[in-house]
């Protein structure tokens, strides 16, 4: 038996939001990447590069240059393709397998809560990522209107 609504009146709201959320997710989890891939890759929003190299050497990641340039391809590219819904499923995934590693290489140095530096910000993101790749792309996205089920 499926569960009835408490105010039956919001059903439609409810029907209605529940079409959108999975689009919405996918697109949000894009839009935070693109921007953390920009910076890696340009040095665009006052990035420090030599910082970068820092802490990705810290994390042990060598060379740097190229795990920087992997992991900023995979967040910026991989998040334009989550925000236009295109090859969902596989992006998606290796968002979260980029967020783990995130969460695995560095900020569980700063224990669990994100405010100082933990890695419950990581993990977080990488679940919303997760979640993506179990929905799919949904039908607001060019995977739709091509037919696509990956």
């Not at 030599?50 to 810290?58: N, P, S, T």
């Not at 679940?127 to 993506?132: D, G, R, T």
Request: aromatic fraction near 12%.
């Amino acid at each position: 038996m499926d569960p009835q609504p408490l105010f039956s009146q919001l059903a439609p709201l409810y029907a209605a939001l529940d079409a959108l959320s999975g689009p919405l997710l996918r697109i949000a989890v894009g839009a935070f990447l693109i921007p953390h891939g920009a910076l890696k890759l340009t040095g665009w929003f006052g990035a420090d590069l030599a910082g970068e190299h820092d802490v990705f050497g810290q994390a042990g990641l060598r060379p740097t240059g190229v795990w920087i340039s992997v992991i900023g391809l995979i967040q910026f590219v991989g998040g334009i393709l989550l925000v236009l819904g295109m090859f969902t499923r596989p992006v998606a995934l290796a968002e979260t397998v980029m967020l783990i590693g995130t969460a695995v290489c560095w900020t569980r140095r700063g224990g669990w809560f994100w405010h100082r530096g933990g890695m419950e910000y990581s993990l977080l993101w990488a679940l919303a990522a997760f979640v993506v790749f179990c929905q799919g792309s949904g039908r607001f996205s060019i995977d739709a209107l091509l037919g696509w089920q990956l």
